[in-house]
């Protein structure tokens, strides 16, 4: 079975209808480590590669709890992150500009990918991008 950690070109993925499911260890994912305090719970994801209308296509879910510093009081808060994108495979910039609407486009340009990468990809823009505790008594600074 796929890893997500592996490296495979998403065009034959695609033509195969391939799935990949797995369990995300947010402390692999180096990007986040600025955002998330405490790289502990894990998030699950689903790939799958597929085609439609003549596109190769991924449909990328992923569920979880992640941890993240409140940016008023560096407080944690624990957040649920709950997303699903459909992205269509592209060659190259030109190919962008035909693209429907419904799909986000994932350039491709040398027929690999590694599939965390894209994960990772949505776990940041699903994150909020200023998070705060919700109910002011939490943020520890204003408690004190
Ligand atoms: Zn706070």
């Known amino acids: 079975m796929l890893q997500l950690t592996e490296i ?10 391939t799935i990949i499911t797995g369990n995300c260890e947010l402390s692999q994912l180096p990007r986040l480590s600025g955002m998330v305090i405490e790289p502990t719970g894990n998030v699950q ?11 190769h296509c991924i449909t990328v879910q992923i569920w979880g709890t992640v941890h993240v510093a409140c940016q008023r009081c560096l407080g944690l808060i624990e957040t649920s992150l709950k997303t699903e994108v ?7 910039y030109a190919a962008m500009d035909t693209l429907p609407n419904i799909y986000e486009p994932l350039i491709v340009m040398d027929r690999k990918i590694k599939v965390l990468n894209i994960v990772e990809d949505e776990i940041l823009l699903a994150l909020p991008d200023f998070p705060v505790h919700e ?6 600074i204003i408690n004190n």
């Open 8 to 17: 495979i070109d998403p065009w034959n993925a695609a033509e195969q209808n």
């Open 45 to 55: 994801c689903k790939v799958r590669f597929f085609q439609e209308n003549y596109r």
């Open 86 to 92: 459909l992205l269509a495979l592209v060659a190259n």
């Open 135 to 140: 109910i002011d008594k939490d943020c520890v």
